[in-house]
């Protein structure tokens, strides 16, 4: 069921809980969005929103036999994989969190991370992760600086409105991160 005008502003400020195995369990990737869009809080499903392109490029490149509804993200731990985001407010746009909010988010991931020990932490979303961690040279692709105890590679935004990443180059990016994660 699509949710109505009314359950999006609901779910303004709303949080989604992490999609993580459980302690002591394997985590090969622990992807990291910026924070839930309106759509994804109304739902309480990771990158729900329809036109997102995270559950395909997951699929196309890999990391899944099949091509999961955002409503199945409970079974991301069996493939070894999570989800969490930067900040938690669910927000209509990304740009409407603050700067503090990103480098709280920051902080939190860096506990969370050394907490799960993901092989590799992938943040969906360049501009968040430079902001979050003042890192203004960051680009797409696997960093040189290791995250605590895992390695970090930097995706693109999955979101529809990142133009920029069509589904075929977004799922070749994710293909790369799954070679290294699972070479």
Not at 5 to 32: C, H, M, N, T, W
Not at 98 to 122: I, N, Q
Not at 126 to 146: H, K, M, S
Not at 161 to 182: M, P
Request: charge should be positive; proline fraction near 9%; glycine fraction near 10%.
């Amino acid at each position: 069921m699509r949710p109505t005008k009314a359950d999006l502003e609901a779910a303004r400020d709303r949080l989604i809980p992490d999609v993580l195995p459980p302690d002591g369990e394997p985590l090969s990737v622990l992807f990291s969005g910026i924070n839930p869009g309106l759509y994804s809080a109304a739902t309480g499903h990771h990158f729900a929103r329809p036109g997102n392109r995270f559950w395909p490029a997951l699929h196309r490149s890999g990391f899944t036999d099949r091509l999961l509804h955002p409503s199945e993200q409970d079974l991301l731990p069996g493939y070894g994989l999570g989800i969490t985001n930067l900040a938690p407010r669910a927000t209509a746009r990304a740009d409407e969190l603050t700067g503090e909010e990103l480098r709280d988010g920051g902080r939190r991931l860096t506990a969370l991370v050394e907490r799960h020990r993901p092989a590799y932490l992938a943040v969906c979303g360049v501009t968040a992760y430079r902001t979050a961690f003042g890192r203004a040279d960051a680009r797409i692709g696997p960093q040189e600086e290791a995250f605590g105890p895992a390695r970090l590679w930097i995706l693109p935004n999955p979101s529809g409105l990142n133009a920029s990443w069509q589904l075929d180059r977004l799922a070749a990016e994710f293909a790369r991160l799954r070679s290294a994660a699972t070479g």
